[in-house]
Every structure is written in structure tokens, then in C-alpha cells.
């Protein structure tokens, strides 16, 4: 790896010294509106690389020409031009004004930009230089919270890649740069490489994505380099990570008396008597009455991460480049091990003028990351998740972790210990991933307004997945040499994937007077191929990790090919009048090759329009007043079409290789046989969206808004067919095929956000809210055809006589489970309660549950729907930025309700040998007879004492998973500003202290889960605390 870094480094700089122009030296100052003198402002001559940037006090000097044109740029200003005069000496001062609001921006939508005055999609975004600032391993950690509709859950594991979703549908499209790319592309790009991120959430923005498109879209622009002279731009992080939530656990002394409690509760002997318990807490006896802190032993209180990015950039006007290289290594909370974490991803482009003469210009670019996970992987313990299970849950304090001479006991089974050691096996991650680009566009001469362009990409993926699984080496208790050797078994699997697409479009934008006029078509094709071959060696007799070590006779290997492709053609038209009132409407055929021939077409739509009411002349008083600065009204419809779900070929018959297809004279030989009965039926099932919204500027465009209505319902669900009209059933052993279905889910909400900026004196602020709720159900369920051509609903028979478990028109629910009624009071409410089958021994402190049909007993006939979804239905989040000259500082308040979390493991997630003897602190709020309203069922020895009463699935074990935490935070000096101002050659300088996951405020954290991470509980990959200490440099 660290080779890899340096061998890019060297032919960046070698690559980007070649392009360096030469800065050469009329006088002047650039100030602001308000006077105030503007550092950094690029001083260009025009159509040449020759510039300088403006000193602390808003001064510059350079040499030109007469006739020459100076090109005055800053950003969040206006672009200005000088002419320069004749005379020895120029005075040319200049004075710039901030760019007119945010009603101007370029907004990346579609296959093309718009103004934000202009889009009358539902199309929001997020600020990239924020995300800068705080200390992520991946771009989706730090989305949560920053853009109504963007709904973002968290996950475990060392890069903690969040799931995100838009508007609570499923995973959304990814486009970088106007092509179709990966998620994992996405999360591997790291922010400071990132110019803007747009979420494309309705159809009139989709619809021209085609499939795929249905779930709404990240769009994420990349930088590219900018005019003027070459600059250089360092940035690098240090961070301190440990895990947000791991819950305090009892030393052996207060779990060996726990232990004692549960036995008496059951009428059995105690395990531990004071002789023993003396002995654990003196210590004198390590190998029977240990005192073991497995947390501490194993997991380190934290780690560390790294992050570097370096970029160049510079060129003149139409010849712009960039080259940027980062790194990413992080470290993990394992004392011991092979555990690593490494990410390197580079980013070249160049943009070039072909012909100024025909207007032809051009680009090229090339990026790519090469990624490296390392973790331990044995027998049992195949991942980090498996590891902090072991270690956290599967060994109370009782269980020696060492022998006598300080290595990992051999009679504890998985021991963490010996799990994360330099002699147990490992798992390796290697990602290798290269994409090129190259585009022209022709603007013709000779008619105005129209061009043509065309872009061709190339994307270039490997992987390859190395599992060397040996157990770690333990030792009996009075032994050095390990107790027994396992036979280490070697797994590879590798895979590459390569794919192209093609983009060529032709487009017409016209204004005429009041009527702009733009248009656009095209064709799209993309075309991949992927393969991929496993193999295999087991029961090797010596630690060595290659295939040609092991036997011959204990291995095994497969691989398989496949290709796919999409075309499809585009039409664009936009239309407004007055700048006021706007159309747009687009339309794509789209072909997929997972459907047949007759089927594999299909054409989808969108139109959208919009209204500016404020320029209207009945709201000129308001306007005036700056009651209203704007107010505009937008609604937009259309149909996106799926294809997800389908398997490749499935309209075909198959057969399959199989190495055991039959048996002659009681051996298996290979041959072939029937695989799937074909789906000639299968088509594009397709979602409606209806999207209806205002923005609205109010005070200066200080106090600014929006909000969203939206509804979504997805028909045409490809479900298996009834056998009773084609014969087929499943104990043929082959899946039935797929035909359309009246099945239909709907999804509807609001989005909102509300948003103030100002300044009082020389303190700058802006706070915003912005607020996503949806909520989700099957208006029918998955439904066939039956023997008389009519669609029928398919419910089980429980469901039938129990309406309280049927799935259609319910909004998001948990799951099925019983109803509790708290604990039983005594023998006597045992007694005159309904009789829970399969129970006994029950008494006072065991669960109750509802006898909900009435018929004298509780059964699986009493399952009803319970609880809220396990996915947030409403997240929010508060943005709030202040700054003060070189000052600033930033601040997000996340949060979701609305949402149960599951924490049965919480109580049965303990020792299975203890039964439910506590392990940590919060399980001793247990009940008992002076503390009847207690959080968990009496204490027991084991959970068959009472028929597993209280471990079924319940509402009992439900809580509400609504949080509010402080996400992040940063704060930041530019030193440029005061302290270095007189440093002509340093152009930035930057500090920042940032956090991440600072605190949460939620009733999960009582029972150590993480209320952002979905079903996982606290024995798992935690979420992650982490401070960053982080330094910005520019030349």
C-alpha cells in the first residue's frame, strides 16, 4: 500500500509540474459591498493561466497588458471584468457583490443544470464544505441529518457505511459525473474530492434515470479544476475513535452472587458459598475464581484514523486541470491481531478546448480507490462482529481468559483471546477499482443555441477475498506449548467486473424575449461483465497459506460469467415564460435484458410545473415589503419502471452442471439437469409519483422554506404463479414462475425545511431545520391469478380468522408477536389467568400475556401485529453555523422517532450455561418482590424452568427507539486571516477541531444499543465517538 502512495504521488507531481504557469506581476483593492477589504479573490488575465490572489488587505498587483482583461472571481461573489487602460501605472479598484441569493445557484439535475429559481423537481442538496470538517472514514456518515427526504440509518462494521435511503424508499441511484456508478463508489470518495451533492427525490428528476430510478438518486458532482494559477491544497485529519455505546459489566463477585440469586429463585442449591466467594475476591485462586475483565483484556479504549488528501489544480480558461490522491488508514479497538483498514483513491481531469474556432472542447478524466480490510477469522469467529460477541457476551467474569503463565486458556470456548492473536487465521479484503472518462461537445457555429456531446465511461472493478481459518493457538494451565493444533482450511474467492456506457445527446436552448425554449435527446447504452472463481483447500497438516501447501484430495473450486446490458433513448423538454411560469416534461424507453424480447421495452414519463407567485403583480405590495421575496408553487407526476428482483435469463429454460445429477451404482457422476421453469411472462412493473411542493424567501431572504407532499405507489409486482393454472407445484423442487400481480404498495409523507440566515455586527449566523416523515403499507398484498382469471389475495389461514395479523392496509408494524400484561402478581393471578401452553412453574415475576381471541389459553392464536416499524418513519435534523472573523463554527442535531428497537437480546444475550444470570449493570433491573416495576422478568437459572415463558416473542421487549444526538460538530481558525495574512505564498491555512456521535439522548442507550444502528444490540460492531484534530494548507 504504502508503495502504491508513493508511486502516485510521484506522477501527480510529475503530471501537474508540467501544466504549472508562469505568474507574472495594476495596482487595486477588492473590497465588499460593506468596504471590507477580500482576501483570496483570483486576479486573472483573461484567456491566459498569468494571475495573482488579493493579500490579506484585499490588495494585489500584477503586470499586463494594455487591452488585456482582468478577471476578478471569488467565490460566493460575482464574477467581474476589467478592462485594462493605457499609462504606466493603473489604479484599478473593485468592488464585488455576493451572488443574488440562492435563486442562482447551479443546481446538477438530470443530464444536465438548472437554477434554482428554475427547478420545479423536488431536488435537494448538501453542503460539501461541512462535511470536510468532520472526521468521516466515508462520505455517509455524515449525510444524516443535513437535507429533508435524505433518510440515513447507520450500520456496523470498521468503514461504517451508512444505509441510506430517500424518502424511506430503497436503496437510491447513484450518478457521479452524468454516469450510472456504484454504491460502493459513492461511499468510497472521499469529501474533500466532492463539489456538490444533489438528491433527486421525484419523478419529473428521475424518470429520465429510467430504472433503477424509482428509489430517487444521489447525484454527486466531483471537483474538477478551476481557472487561474495553479494551486496546492493539503489537508489531513487525526482522529480518536471508541465506541459510542458498550455498557458497564459486573466484576465476578456481583455476578457469582446473581448466580446465587437465580438458584434460590428456582429452589436449587447455591453454586457459590462464601468460601468461594472469598476466593474471588482475594484472588488466591485464578484458575477456578478468577476475576476477568474480558472488555479491557481484549479491546483497546480507543483508536486511530488518518486522513490525507493533496490536490493540484489550475490551467486557463477551457484548459482547467485536477489531480488529487487521498488516504484513509484506521485502526481498530483490537490489542492484538492482524486488524487493519486502509482506503486510496486518486482523481485526475483535464478539461481542453479542441477548437475554439467550430466550438469544440473537451475532457478526460480518471479516478479509481484501492481498499484493504484485515480482521481475524477462525473456526468461529469469522468477522469483527463475531469477535465482540465472543468477548462481550459469551464469557462471564468467572471464565479464565489465560493459564498461568499469561497465554489463552485452552478449556474457554472462543476465547477472544486467542481469536484476535498473531497465531489465529485471517480474512482479507482487497478492492481494486479504475474508472475513465472522456467527453467532446460541439456547440455548432452556425445554428445558436444548438450542441451536440457525447461521453463514454469505462469502469474497471476487481476483488479478491483471501480467508486463511485457523484457530488461535491455546494453552492447558500449566503449559507453554498449545494444547492442540487445529488444521487450517485456505478460501479464495476473486472476482472482476468491467463496464462501459456510452452518452450522446443533442440539445437546443433558445431564449426568445419572454419564451426560453431548451430541448434534449439521446441514446444511452451500457453494457457489463463480470466473473468470478472460488476455490478451496482444508485440513492442512502446516500453517501454510497457499493452495500448493495443502492436500489435493480436500479441495474444491467453481466460477461463473455473466453479462448484462441497457439501452435506452431520452427526451428532454423545458419551457418558461417570463422566467415565472415553467414546464418541463421528459419520457424514456428503456430496454432491459432481464425480460424477453416481446417484453423488454418499456416507456416511462414525468411532467412537472411551476409557478414564482411572487413576481405575480397582485403580491407586489408583499414583495416590496420583503414579506415574500419569493413564493413558488411546483407539482410533478410521473411513472419510473423497475426491473429489481428479476434473475438473469429467467424467461429461458435452464439446465444446470451438476456435479451429483445422478447416482449409478451408488456413486455420484456429473451430468446435467432441469434448472428453473421459465417466467415468459415477466415484464416491467412500474412506481407512480405525485410530488407537490412550495419554496418561499421571506425578510431579505433571510427566513427561507420549503415543503413537499409526496406519494408513491408501486403496481405490477412479479409474484409466482398459482399452480392451478399452470400445473406446476413446489414439490417439483423448482421455484414456480414469475407473472405480474395486482399487488400494490403505496408510500406517502411530508418533507419540510425552515431555515434563518443573518448577521448582527461582525458575527455572521444560519440556522436551519428540516424534517422527512413517510409512512408505508401494502394496499394489496403480493397477489395471482386463479383458475377463473381473477386476482385473489393471498392470506395465510391464521390470518383469515385473525384480522389483527393481516398485512394489507396496516402502516409499518414490527412484527408478530404476543401482548404482554406485565408480570404476574402472585400464585393467585397465576392461577385465575389464562393458561399459557407450554409454560409451568410460572409465579410471581414471570411474564403475562393477553389472551387476545378469548378462548381461555395463550397460544400462537394470540399473535397479533406489534410495535412500530424498525425503520425510522420521522428523522430530523438542526443545522447551525456561526462564524466571526477568522472564526467559525458549525453544528448538526440529528435525530429520527417513530421506530421500536427489538432488545430481547439484551436479556437473553447472556451466558447460555447461566441462564439469565446478569452480565452487566442495567440487567439488574430484574424483578423482585421490592422492585415489581422492574424492566426485565424475575431472575432464574435457566430459561427451560419455566417453559421459556419469558422468552417469547412480545411487545414486552419493544422500546421506543427515538433519539436526538449531537452528530457532529466543528470548529474552525483560519489562520490566513490574521495571524499568517503577510505570508504572500501561503494561500490557506486552516485549523479545525471536530466530533462526531458527541452524545445521544435516547431510552436505547440505557440497555447499551445504539438507537442509529438497525438490530444491532450492544454485543455487536458498535457505532463510533469519534474527535479529529485536523489541518488545511494551501500554496
Same mark, same amino acid.
Given at each position: 500500500?504504502?508503495?502504491?502512495?508513493?508511486?502516485?504521488?510521484?506522477?501527480?507531481?510529475?503530471?501537474?509540474?508540467?501544466?504549472?504557469?508562469?505568474?507574472?506581476?495594476?495596482?487595486?483593492?477588492?473590497?465588499?459591498?460593506?468596504?471590507?477589504?477580500?482576501?483570496?479573490?483570483?486576479?486573472?488575465?483573461?484567456?491566459?493561466?498569468?494571475?495573482?490572489?488579493?493579500?490579506?488587505?484585499?490588495?494585489?498587483?500584477?503586470?499586463?497588458?494594455?487591452?488585456?482583461?482582468?478577471?476578478?472571481?471569488?467565490?460566493?461573489?460575482?464574477?467581474?471584468?476589467?478592462?485594462?487602460?493605457?499609462?504606466?501605472?493603473?489604479?484599478?479598484?473593485?468592488?464585488?457583490?455576493?451572488?443574488?441569493?440562492?435563486?442562482?445557484?447551479?443546481?446538477?439535475?438530470?443530464?444536465?443544470?438548472?437554477?434554482?429559481?428554475?427547478?420545479?423537481?423536488?431536488?435537494?442538496?448538501?453542503?460539501?464544505?461541512?462535511?470536510?470538517?468532520?472526521?468521516?472514514?466515508?462520505?455517509?456518515?455524515?449525510?444524516?441529518?443535513?437535507?429533508?427526504?435524505?433518510?440515513?440509518?447507520?450500520?456496523?462494521?470498521?468503514?461504517?457505511?451508512?444505509?441510506?435511503?430517500?424518502?424511506?424508499?430503497?436503496?437510491?441511484?447513484?450518478?457521479?459525473?452524468?454516469?450510472?456508478?456504484?454504491?460502493?463508489?459513492?461511499?468510497?470518495?472521499?469529501?474533500?474530492?466532492?463539489?456538490?451533492?444533489?438528491?433527486?427525490?421525484?419523478?419529473?428528476?428521475?424518470?429520465?434515470?429510467?430504472?433503477?430510478?424509482?428509489?430517487?438518486?444521489?447525484?454527486?458532482?466531483?471537483?474538477?479544476?478551476?481557472?487561474?494559477?495553479?494551486?496546492?491544497?493539503?489537508?489531513?485529519?487525526?482522529?480518536?475513535?471508541?465506541?459510542?455505546?458498550?455498557?458497564?459489566?459486573?466484576?465476578?463477585?456481583?455476578?457469582?452472587?446473581?448466580?446465587?440469586?437465580?438458584?434460590?429463585?428456582?429452589?436449587?442449591?447455591?453454586?457459590?458459598?462464601?468460601?468461594?466467594?472469598?476466593?474471588?475476591?482475594?484472588?488466591?485462586?485464578?484458575?477456578?475464581?478468577?476475576?476477568?475483565?474480558?472488555?479491557?483484556?481484549?479491546?483497546?479504549?480507543?483508536?486511530?484514523?488518518?486522513?490525507?488528501?493533496?490536490?493540484?489544480?489550475?490551467?486557463?480558461?477551457?484548459?482547467?486541470?485536477?489531480?488529487?490522491?487521498?488516504?484513509?488508514?484506521?485502526?481498530?479497538?483490537?490489542?492484538?491481531?492482524?486488524?487493519?483498514?486502509?482506503?486510496?483513491?486518486?482523481?485526475?481531469?483535464?478539461?481542453?478546448?479542441?477548437?475554439?474556432?467550430?466550438?469544440?472542447?473537451?475532457?478526460?478524466?480518471?479516478?479509481?480507490?484501492?481498499?484493504?480490510?484485515?480482521?481475524?477469522?477462525?473456526?468461529?469467529?469469522?468477522?469483527?462482529?463475531?469477535?465482540?460477541?465472543?468477548?462481550?457476551?459469551?464469557?462471564?467474569?468467572?471464565?479464565?481468559?489465560?493459564?498461568?503463565?499469561?497465554?489463552?486458556?485452552?478449556?474457554?470456548?472462543?476465547?477472544?483471546?486467542?481469536?484476535?492473536?498473531?497465531?489465529?487465521?485471517?480474512?482479507?479484503?482487497?478492492?481494486?477499482?479504475?474508472?475513465?472518462?472522456?467527453?467532446?461537445?460541439?456547440?455548432?457555429?452556425?445554428?445558436?443555441?444548438?450542441?451536440?456531446?457525447?461521453?463514454?465511461?469505462?469502469?474497471?472493478?476487481?476483488?479478491?477475498?483471501?480467508?486463511?481459518?485457523?484457530?488461535?493457538?491455546?494453552?492447558?494451565?500449566?503449559?507453554?506449548?498449545?494444547?492442540?493444533?487445529?488444521?487450517?482450511?485456505?478460501?479464495?474467492?476473486?472476482?472482476?467486473?468491467?463496464?462501459?456506457?456510452?452518452?450522446?445527446?443533442?440539445?437546443?436552448?433558445?431564449?426568445?424575449?419572454?419564451?426560453?425554449?431548451?430541448?434534449?435527446?439521446?441514446?444511452?447504452?451500457?453494457?457489463?461483465?463480470?466473473?468470478?472463481?472460488?476455490?478451496?483447500?482444508?485440513?492442512?497438516?502446516?500453517?501454510?497459506?497457499?493452495?500448493?501447501?495443502?492436500?489435493?484430495?480436500?479441495?474444491?473450486?467453481?466460477?461463473?460469467?455473466?453479462?448484462?446490458?441497457?439501452?435506452?433513448?431520452?427526451?428532454?423538454?423545458?419551457?418558461?415564460?417570463?422566467?415565472?411560469?415553467?414546464?418541463?416534461?421528459?419520457?424514456?424507453?428503456?430496454?432491459?435484458?432481464?425480460?424477453?424480447?416481446?417484453?423488454?421495452?418499456?416507456?416511462?414519463?414525468?411532467?412537472?410545473?411551476?409557478?414564482?407567485?411572487?413576481?405575480?403583480?397582485?403580491?407586489?405590495?408583499?414583495?416590496?415589503?420583503?414579506?415574500?421575496?419569493?413564493?413558488?408553487?411546483?407539482?410533478?407526476?410521473?411513472?419510473? =419502471?423497475?426491473?429489481?428482483? $428479476? *434473475?438473469?435469463?429467467? #424467461?429461458?429454460? /435452464?439446465? +444446470? %452442471?451438476?456435479?451429483?445429477?445422478?447416482?449409478?451404482?451408488?456413486?455420484?457422476?456429473?451430468?446435467?439437469?432441469?434448472?428453473?421453469?421459465?417466467?415468459?411472462?415477466?415484464?416491467?412493473?412500474?412506481?407512480?409519483?405525485?410530488?407537490?411542493?412550495?419554496?418561499?424567501?421571506?425578510?431579505?431572504?433571510?427566513?427561507?422554506?420549503?415543503?413537499?407532499?409526496?406519494?408513491?405507489?408501486?403496481?405490477?409486482?412479479?409474484?409466482?404463479?398459482?399452480?392451478?393454472?399452470?400445473?406446476?407445484?413446489?414439490?417439483?423442487?423448482?421455484?414456480?414462475?414469475?407473472?405480474?400481480?395486482?399487488?400494490?404498495?403505496?408510500?406517502?409523507?411530508?418533507?419540510?425545511?425552515? =431555515?434563518?440566515?443573518?448577521? $448582527? *455586527?461582525?458575527?455572521? #449566523?444560519?440556522? /436551519?431545520? +428540516? %424534517?422527512?416523515?413517510?409512512?408505508?403499507?401494502?394496499?394489496?398484498?403480493?397477489?395471482?391469478?386463479?383458475?377463473?382469471?381473477?386476482?385473489?389475495?393471498?392470506?395465510?389461514?391464521?390470518?383469515?380468522?385473525?384480522?389483527?395479523?393481516?398485512?394489507?392496509?396496516?402502516?409499518?408494524?414490527?412484527?408478530?408477536?404476543?401482548?404482554?400484561?406485565?408480570?404476574?402478581?402472585?400464585?393467585?393471578?397465576?392461577?385465575?389467568?389464562?393458561?399459557?401452553?407450554?409454560?409451568?412453574?410460572?409465579?410471581?415475576?414471570?411474564?403475562?400475556?393477553?389472551?387476545?381471541?378469548?378462548?381461555?389459553?395463550?397460544?400462537?392464536?394470540?399473535?397479533?401485529?406489534?410495535?412500530?416499524?424498525?425503520?425510522?418513519?420521522?428523522?430530523?435534523?438542526?443545522?447551525?453555523?456561526?462564524?466571526?472573523?477568522?472564526?467559525?463554527?458549525?453544528?448538526?442535531?440529528?435525530?429520527?422517532?417513530?421506530?421500536?428497537?427489538?432488545?430481547?437480546?439484551?436479556?437473553?444475550?447472556?451466558?447460555?450455561?447461566?441462564?439469565?444470570?446478569?452480565?452487566?449493570?442495567?440487567?439488574?433491573?430484574?424483578?423482585?418482590?421490592?422492585?415489581?416495576?422492574?424492566?426485565?422478568?424475575?431472575?432464574?437459572?435457566?430459561?427451560?424452568?419455566?417453559?421459556?415463558?419469558?422468552?417469547?416473542?412480545?411487545?414486552?421487549?419493544?422500546?421506543?427507539?427515538?433519539?436526538?444526538?449531537?452528530?457532529?460538530?466543528?470548529?474552525?481558525?483560519?489562520?490566513?486571516?490574521?495571524?499568517?495574512?503577510?505570508?504572500?505564498?501561503?494561500?490557506?491555512?486552516?485549523?479545525?477541531?471536530?466530533?462526531?456521535?458527541?452524545?445521544?439522548?435516547?431510552?436505547?442507550?440505557?440497555?447499551?444499543?445504539?438507537?442509529?444502528?438497525?438490530?444491532?444490540?450492544?454485543?455487536?460492531?458498535?457505532?463510533?465517538?469519534?474527535?479529529?484534530?485536523?489541518?488545511?494548507?494551501?500554496?
Amino acid at each position: 500500500m504504502k508503495f502504491k502512495i508513493l508511486t502516485l504521488f510521484t506522477f501527480v507531481f510529475s503530471w501537474c509540474l508540467t501544466l504549472s504557469a508562469q505568474t507574472v506581476s495594476v495596482k487595486g483593492t477588492v473590497t465588499d459591498e460593506s468596504k471590507v477589504p477580500l482576501p483570496g479573490v483570483s486576479v486573472l488575465i483573461k484567456n491566459t493561466t498569468r494571475g495573482v490572489a488579493t493579500d490579506f488587505d484585499g490588495k494585489y498587483e500584477i503586470k499586463a497588458n494594455q487591452g488585456d482583461v482582468l478577471v476578478f472571481s471569488y467565490l460566493g461573489f460575482v464574477t467581474q471584468e476589467k478592462i485594462v487602460g493605457g499609462g504606466n501605472s493603473l489604479i484599478i479598484n473593485v468592488l464585488l457583490t455576493e451572488e443574488a441569493q440562492q435563486l442562482e445557484d447551479v443546481v446538477v439535475v438530470g443530464y444536465g443544470t438548472s437554477t434554482k429559481r428554475a427547478m420545479v423537481s423536488s431536488v435537494s442538496s448538501v453542503k460539501t464544505e461541512t462535511l470536510k470538517e468532520i472526521p468521516v472514514s466515508n462520505i455517509t456518515q455524515g449525510l444524516a441529518g443535513r437535507s429533508p427526504g435524505l433518510v440515513v440509518k447507520g450500520s456496523a462494521g470498521l468503514d461504517n457505511r451508512s444505509q441510506i435511503t430517500i424518502r424511506g424508499g430503497g436503496t437510491p441511484l447513484v450518478v457521479i459525473d452524468g454516469v450510472i456508478r456504484s454504491y460502493d463508489d459513492f461511499v468510497n470518495i472521499l469529501p474533500e474530492d466532492i463539489a456538490s451533492i444533489s438528491i433527486l427525490k421525484d419523478a419529473s428528476a428521475t424518470a429520465v434515470y429510467g430504472a433503477r430510478a424509482a428509489n430517487g438518486i444521489l447525484q454527486i458532482t466531483t471537483l474538477r479544476g478551476q481557472k487561474g494559477q495553479t494551486t496546492i491544497q493539503y489537508a489531513h485529519s487525526l482522529s480518536i475513535f471508541q465506541p459510542s455505546f458498550i455498557p458497564s459489566r459486573l466484576d465476578a463477585y456481583a455476578w457469582a452472587t446473581q448466580h446465587n440469586i437465580a438458584n434460590k429463585n428456582d429452589g436449587k442449591p447455591i453454586v457459590y458459598t462464601d468460601d468461594k466467594l472469598q476466593k474471588i475476591l482475594d484472588g488466591s485462586d485464578q484458575l477456578n475464581y478468577p476475576n476477568v475483565d474480558w472488555r479491557k483484556l481484549v479491546l483497546k479504549d480507543f483508536a486511530q484514523q488518518y486522513r490525507h488528501n493533496l490536490s493540484v489544480s489550475g490551467g486557463r480558461e477551457g484548459n482547467e486541470f485536477l489531480a488529487s490522491l487521498g488516504y484513509v488508514t484506521k485502526g481498530s479497538y483490537y490489542r492484538s491481531g492482524r486488524h487493519t483498514f486502509d482506503l486510496m483513491n486518486f482523481r485526475l481531469n483535464q478539461n481542453f478546448i479542441v477548437s475554439e474556432d467550430i466550438g469544440l472542447k473537451g475532457f478526460a478524466s480518471v479516478d479509481g480507490y484501492f481498499k484493504e480490510n484485515e480482521h481475524p477469522h477462525t473456526s468461529t469467529a469469522s468477522n469483527y462482529y463475531a469477535v465482540f460477541s465472543h468477548t462481550l457476551v459469551n464469557h462471564n467474569p468467572l471464565t479464565p481468559a489465560l493459564n498461568k503463565y499469561g497465554l489463552p486458556y485452552a478449556n474457554t470456548t472462543d476465547n477472544p483471546v486467542a481469536e484476535t492473536s498473531s497465531s489465529a487465521g485471517y480474512s482479507t479484503q482487497k478492492y481494486k477499482q479504475i474508472n475513465g472518462m472522456a467527453g467532446l461537445e460541439w456547440a455548432f457555429p452556425w445554428v445558436k443555441g444548438l450542441k451536440a456531446r457525447t461521453n463514454f465511461n469505462y469502469r474497471y472493478f476487481n476483488t479478491d477475498d483471501r480467508q486463511w481459518r485457523k484457530d488461535g493457538d491455546v494453552y492447558d494451565w500449566d503449559s507453554t506449548k498449545p494444547a492442540s493444533v487445529s488444521k487450517p482450511q485456505l478460501y479464495q474467492s476473486m472476482a472482476y467486473n468491467y463496464s462501459y456506457t456510452s452518452q450522446n445527446f443533442l440539445e437546443y436552448a433558445r431564449n426568445l424575449n419572454e419564451h426560453s425554449l431548451h430541448l434534449l435527446g439521446g441514446y444511452e447504452a451500457s453494457y457489463t461483465f463480470n466473473r468470478n472463481v472460488f476455490h478451496k483447500r482444508i485440513n492442512y497438516s502446516f500453517p501454510i497459506d497457499q493452495f500448493g501447501a495443502g492436500p489435493k484430495e480436500d479441495m474444491d473450486g467453481n466460477g461463473s460469467d455473466w453479462e448484462s446490458g441497457r439501452a435506452g433513448f431520452i427526451g428532454q423538454l423545458k419551457y418558461n415564460y417570463n422566467n415565472r411560469y415553467f414546464v418541463e416534461g421528459s419520457i424514456r424507453h428503456d430496454a432491459s435484458d432481464l425480460f424477453p424480447k416481446d417484453k423488454r421495452w418499456g416507456t416511462f414519463f414525468s411532467g412537472s410545473a411551476g409557478w414564482i407567485v411572487s413576481d405575480e403583480f397582485f403580491m407586489k405590495s408583499l414583495k416590496e415589503k420583503h414579506i415574500f421575496d419569493l413564493l413558488k408553487l411546483r407539482v410533478s407526476y410521473g411513472e419510473v =419502471g423497475l426491473d429489481s428482483g $428479476v *434473475g438473469r435469463f429467467s #424467461y429461458l429454460s /435452464s439446465y +444446470n %452442471l451438476d456435479p451429483q445429477a445422478y447416482v449409478v451404482d451408488g456413486k455420484f457422476i456429473q451430468g446435467f439437469s432441469e434448472g428453473n421453469i421459465p417466467s415468459p411472462d415477466i415484464t416491467w412493473y412500474t412506481t407512480n409519483q405525485l410530488d407537490l411542493g412550495f419554496d418561499f424567501e421571506s425578510f431579505n431572504n433571510r427566513l427561507f422554506g420549503s415543503f413537499d407532499y409526496f406519494f408513491y405507489k408501486t403496481t405490477g409486482y412479479l409474484v409466482p404463479a398459482d399452480p392451478l393454472v399452470t400445473g406446476y407445484t413446489s414439490s417439483l423442487g423448482k421455484d414456480l414462475p414469475l407473472v405480474p400481480s395486482n399487488a400494490e404498495n403505496r408510500r406517502s409523507g411530508i418533507e419540510a425545511q425552515l =431555515g434563518w440566515k443573518g448577521s $448582527v *455586527g461582525e458575527v455572521k #449566523y444560519n440556522v /436551519s431545520v +428540516n %424534517l422527512t416523515y413517510f409512512d408505508q403499507l401494502w394496499a394489496k398484498t403480493q397477489l395471482n391469478w386463479n383458475d377463473k382469471q381473477k386476482y385473489y389475495e393471498v392470506e395465510s389461514l391464521a390470518s383469515r380468522k385473525n384480522p389483527y395479523l393481516r398485512q394489507t392496509q396496516q402502516v409499518g408494524y414490527y412484527g408478530i408477536g404476543l401482548q404482554s400484561e406485565g408480570f404476574f402478581t402472585d400464585a393467585q393471578d397465576v392461577y385465575s389467568s389464562p393458561k399459557h401452553i407450554g409454560s409451568h412453574n410460572l409465579t410471581a415475576g414471570d411474564l403475562k400475556y393477553q389472551d387476545f381471541n378469548g378462548d381461555g389459553k395463550i397460544d400462537n392464536s394470540d399473535r397479533i401485529r406489534i410495535g412500530k416499524n424498525n425503520f425510522p418513519r420521522a428523522n430530523y435534523g438542526l443545522n447551525l453555523g456561526i462564524s466571526y472573523k477568522a472564526l467559525s463554527f458549525n453544528m448538526l442535531l440529528q435525530g429520527a422517532t417513530r421506530f421500536d428497537m427489538y432488545m430481547g437480546g439484551v436479556f437473553l444475550g447472556q451466558n447460555p450455561s447461566a441462564g439469565t444470570t446478569p452480565i452487566y449493570e442495567f440487567q439488574l433491573d430484574y424483578w423482585r418482590p421490592d422492585n415489581t416495576s422492574a424492566r426485565f422478568p424475575r431472575l432464574v437459572s435457566s430459561n427451560s424452568v419455566n417453559g421459556n415463558n419469558n422468552t417469547h416473542g412480545s411487545d414486552f421487549f419493544l422500546i421506543n427507539g427515538a433519539y436526538l444526538r449531537l452528530k457532529d460538530f466543528s470548529v474552525s481558525y483560519d489562520l490566513k486571516k490574521y495571524i499568517l495574512k503577510d505570508y504572500k505564498w501561503l494561500s490557506a491555512m486552516k485549523l479545525t477541531l471536530s466530533g462526531q456521535n458527541i452524545f445521544t439522548i435516547s431510552e436505547a442507550t440505557k440497555y447499551g444499543m445504539d438507537p442509529e444502528i438497525t438490530n444491532t444490540e450492544f454485543y455487536g460492531y458498535p457505532n463510533e465517538r469519534m474527535f479529529s484534530f485536523g489541518v488545511n494548507v494551501g500554496f
